[in-house]
C-alpha cells in the first residue's frame, strides 16, 4: 500500500500523526512537500522589473529559491523523525495543488489536513487548494484536522424550508 502525505508548515504534525494509525504497517510511505512558485516568482519578477536588465547573481528570486529548498529539508526531515517508519522524502515545485494530485496517482491513500476555517465544521473548513486536491484526488483522501474538531454545534441549522421532492 502506498500512501502519500502531505506535508504543509503548520499542520503536518497532524498528517504524521494520522499516517501512523491509518496507514498499515509495511506500507510504502511518501512524505511529500511542494513548494509554490509564487513567492521566488515575484522575486524574480520585481527584481527584473525594478531594475531592468540586472545582473542574475543579484536576482533575489534565486535566495528565495534557495531558502524554500532548505525549509522544505528541514520540515520533511522533522516529518520523518515523528513518524518513525521508514519512508521516502519528496520534494517538489511548481503549482502545489497540480503537484499533490500528480503525486498521488497511483497511490493508495492522500493525508492531508484541513486549512481554511478550523472553528467550524463545513466545506470552509478547507482552503482553495486542499479544496482542489480532495476533488481532483485520484485515490482516496483522509481529510485530517490539524488540532481538535470543532463541535458539531458549529453546523449551520438547516434551510427554513424543506427540501422539494421530484
Given at each position: ?37 509564487e ?8 527584481y ?9 547573481d ?65 466545506p ?11 476533488d ?12 481538535t474538531?470543532?463541535s ?13 421532492h421530484?
Amino acid at each position: 500500500m502506498t500512501v502519500i502525505v502531505w506535508i504543509v508548515e503548520g499542520t503536518w504534525p497532524a498528517c504524521i500523526d494520522a499516517a501512523c494509525v491509518y496507514a498499515p504497517e509495511g506500507s510504502d510511505l511518501v512524505l511529500l512537500h511542494v513548494t509554490g512558485h509564487e513567492v521566488s516568482g515575484a522575486a524574480h519578477g520585481a527584481y527584473a522589473g525594478l531594475l531592468g536588465r540586472a545582473r542574475p547573481d543579484r536576482d533575489p528570486g534565486t535566495a528565495v529559491e534557495h531558502l524554500a529548498a532548505t525549509s522544505a529539508e528541514q520540515i520533511l526531515a522533522r516529518a520523518a523523525e515523528r513518524l518513525g517508519r521508514p519512508c521516502t522524502r519528496q520534494e517538489r515545485s511548481g503549482r502545489v495543488e497540480r503537484e499533490v494530485v500528480s503525486a498521488a496517482e497511483g497511490a493508495d491513500l492522500l493525508i492531508l489536513a484541513r486549512d481554511g476555517d478550523r472553528t467550524h465544521l463545513g466545506p470552509r473548513s478547507l482552503g482553495p487548494t486542499s479544496r482542489f486536491i480532495v476533488d481532483h484526488a485520484p485515490c482516496p483522501v483522509l481529510v485530517v484536522w490539524p488540532e481538535t474538531a470543532p463541535s458539531t454545534a458549529t453546523i449551520p441549522p438547516p434551510p427554513p424550508h424543506p427540501p422539494h421532492h421530484r
